[in-house]
């Protein structure tokens, strides 16, 4: 699996509903509203009332900034940085193996932002339709803007970037798929042959990376674009069914149908990956409990990640074993979630404002870093000649590290601007589709 959502994290562009208010085109918590009774496990009500709760708030937008990081870092070794086996022993102290350690969890980034997704979006959803106040179009209006705002200017935005790199900066051969690197870390997707019409078609219809990339690779130099397409599929999947909870009998059986027949033609990735994002909506329904379950998660979600570890050092392959211990990092990281509903917690209302500012941009940081550290990293080897850039570099050079550095400050930046012409336009797009799709 290449790195790193969103992704992911693609949710409604607000959740910040203070005094009982929910933003997004959706529900009011605390207005009428049908609630189950005090003893019922399921209690989606309840869920709309905790989203009131700013430190709850505040601690998903830490959750979300914090996985984008951690993709960023991690991702930044690739094109610079050998692979912790090449290393010679006198270039591995305790510091350079400690950073391999916590640089190599994009993936469990990733499964973050599933479950986090499932939590916001599959949480409201279910909410919404116990509520009986499902909206089918609606939800596919603010599913749609949500993700294509930013998205649309993201993946024109690869092809310009890959475009370029192919063109005049792949003496390093970060384009063509001959670095070194790459080899060694079995990556096997190569950019330059990803940057076709076609490829580029199947990212516009969130087709990418399905069946070993049957219909699309990613596009060009952005592979973690594999994960957006799983998202809309969670949210399409998501709204047929919810459409045919409030359907006619005929209609209703055509719509599961298309559902049934969406996820057959996705293969079983699709399968495991919506079984991620689904313990995201367990979350977010089962009552919250009283005992003190946080600590303890994130106990057992830092022991799924040793062990997660200890697998891939011992070189074990079981694919069922390896999908049982990324299930683990998400019923975990779960059980964290639910541990932080209904409680004050004033550590994260303390840290709102800066959650908020880092939370806002981590969508558009998760969507343009990779294509942006290929060609900065392919630039500086093309035009400088250092043949460190050409045959990877071990972090204990002063260059690497100056480097990598410059890497990780460029993705942010560039992120952040990104995220002020794009991504912040979100509720704008919105609206103008409401206005002109869904008159009635």
Same mark, same amino acid.
């Given at each position: 699996?290449?790195?790193?959502?969103?992704?992911?994290? %693609?949710?409604?562009?607000?959740?910040?509903?203070?005094?009982?208010?929910?933003?997004?085109?959706?529900?009011?918590? #605390?207005?009428?509203?049908?609630?189950?009774?005090? @003893? +019922?496990? %399921?209690?989606?009500?309840?869920?709309?009332?905790?989203?009131?709760?700013?430190?709850?708030?505040?601690?998903? +937008?830490?959750?979300?900034?914090?996985?984008?990081?951690?993709? =960023?870092?991690?991702?930044?070794?690739?094109?610079?940085?050998?692979? &912790?086996?090449?290393?010679?022993?006198?270039?591995?102290?305790?510091?350079?193996?400690?950073?391999?350690?916590?640089?190599? &969890?994009?993936?469990?980034?990733?499964?973050?932002?599933? =479950?986090?997704?499932? /939590?916001?979006? #599959?949480?409201? *959803?279910?909410?919404?339709?116990?509520?009986?106040? /499902?909206?089918?179009?609606?939800?596919?209006? +603010?599913?749609?803007?949500?993700?294509?705002?930013?998205?649309?200017?993201?993946?024109?935005?690869?092809?310009?970037l890959t475009w370029v790199g192919m063109r005049w900066f792949d003496a390093t051969g970060l384009f063509s798929g001959t670095h070194p690197n790459y080899a060694a870390s079995g990556t096997t997707l190569v950019f330059a042959d990803n940057a076709g019409w076609g490829n580029f078609t199947g990212n516009l219809f969130m087709l990418q990376w399905f069946r070993e990339n049957l219909f699309a690779a990613p596009y060009g130099a952005n592979p973690p674009l594999y994960t957006l397409s799983s998202e809309f599929w969670f949210y399409a999947v998501f709204g047929l069914l919810g459409a045919a909870a409030n359907a006619r009998a005929r209609k209703r059986v055509v719509l599961i149908t298309l559902a049934v027949i969406a996820t057959l033609v996705l293969g079983s990735t699709f399968w495991i990956y919506l079984g991620m994002w689904l313990i995201g909506v367990a979350a977010a329904v089962v009552r919250?409990?009283?005992?003190?379950?946080?600590?303890?998660?994130?106990?057992?979600? *830092?022991?799924?990640?040793?062990?997660?570890? &200890?697998? +891939?050092?011992?070189?074990?392959?079981?694919?069922?074993?390896?999908?049982? =211990?990324?299930?683990?990092?998400?019923?975990?990281?779960?059980? =964290?979630?639910?541990?932080?509903? @209904?409680?004050?917690?004033?550590?994260?209302?303390?840290?709102?404002?800066?959650?908020?500012?880092?939370?806002?941009?981590?969508?558009?940081?998760?969507?343009?870093? &990779?294509?942006?550290?290929?060609?900065?990293?392919?630039?500086?080897?093309?035009?400088? #000649?250092?043949?460190?850039?050409?045959?990877?570099?071990?972090?204990?050079?002063?260059?690497?590290?100056?480097?990598?550095?410059?890497?990780?400050?460029?993705?942010?930046?560039?992120?952040?601007?990104?995220?002020?012409?794009?991504?912040?336009?979100?509720?704008?797009?919105? *609206?103008?589709?409401?206005?002109?799709?869904?008159?009635?």
């Amino acid at each position: 699996m290449t790195g790193a959502s969103v992704w992911m994290n %693609i949710w409604p562009t607000s959740i910040r509903g203070i005094s009982g208010r929910m933003i997004d085109g959706g529900a009011i918590a #605390g207005g009428h509203q049908q609630t189950e009774s005090k @003893g +019922d496990l %399921i209690d989606p009500a309840r869920f709309l009332r905790d989203l009131a709760n700013p430190g709850l708030v505040s601690a998903i +937008d830490l959750m979300r900034w914090l996985a984008a990081a951690v993709v =960023v870092i991690s991702h930044a070794r690739l094109p610079l940085v050998k692979p &912790y086996a090449l290393l010679l022993p006198e270039q591995r102290p305790l510091w350079v193996q400690g950073w391999y350690f916590v640089t190599g &969890y994009y993936v469990e980034a990733v499964l973050i932002f599933f =479950v986090l997704s499932g /939590f916001l979006v #599959g949480g409201m *959803g279910l909410a919404r339709l116990k509520q009986g106040t /499902f909206d089918a179009p609606g939800y596919a209006v +603010d599913r749609f803007s949500r993700l294509y705002t930013a998205f649309l200017p993201a993946l024109l935005l690869s092809v310009a970037l890959t475009w370029v790199g192919m063109r005049w900066f792949d003496a390093t051969g970060l384009f063509s798929g001959t670095h070194p690197n790459y080899a060694a870390s079995g990556t096997t997707l190569v950019f330059a042959d990803n940057a076709g019409w076609g490829n580029f078609t199947g990212n516009l219809f969130m087709l990418q990376w399905f069946r070993e990339n049957l219909f699309a690779a990613p596009y060009g130099a952005n592979p973690p674009l594999y994960t957006l397409s799983s998202e809309f599929w969670f949210y399409a999947v998501f709204g047929l069914l919810g459409a045919a909870a409030n359907a006619r009998a005929r209609k209703r059986v055509v719509l599961i149908t298309l559902a049934v027949i969406a996820t057959l033609v996705l293969g079983s990735t699709f399968w495991i990956y919506l079984g991620m994002w689904l313990i995201g909506v367990a979350a977010a329904v089962v009552r919250p409990t009283r005992l003190p379950i946080t600590i303890p998660a994130l106990g057992l979600f *830092g022991a799924i990640l040793i062990l997660r570890r &200890y697998i +891939d050092a011992a070189g074990i392959t079981d694919a069922l074993l390896r999908n049982a =211990v990324l299930y683990g990092v998400c019923i975990s990281m779960a059980l =964290v979630l639910l541990g932080l509903r @209904g409680r004050r917690l004033a550590w994260a209302e303390a840290m709102a404002p800066f959650n908020k500012a880092m939370a806002d941009f981590s969508y558009s940081l998760y969507l343009i870093h &990779y294509p942006l550290m290929i060609l900065f990293v392919a630039m500086l080897g093309t035009l400088t #000649g250092a043949p460190g850039f050409a045959a990877g570099m071990a972090p204990t050079e002063p260059l690497a590290l100056a480097v990598y550095a410059a890497v990780i400050a460029l993705c942010f930046g560039a992120s952040w601007i990104f995220a002020q012409v794009f991504e912040r336009r979100t509720g704008l797009v919105r *609206g103008w589709l409401k206005r002109h799709l869904l008159r009635r």
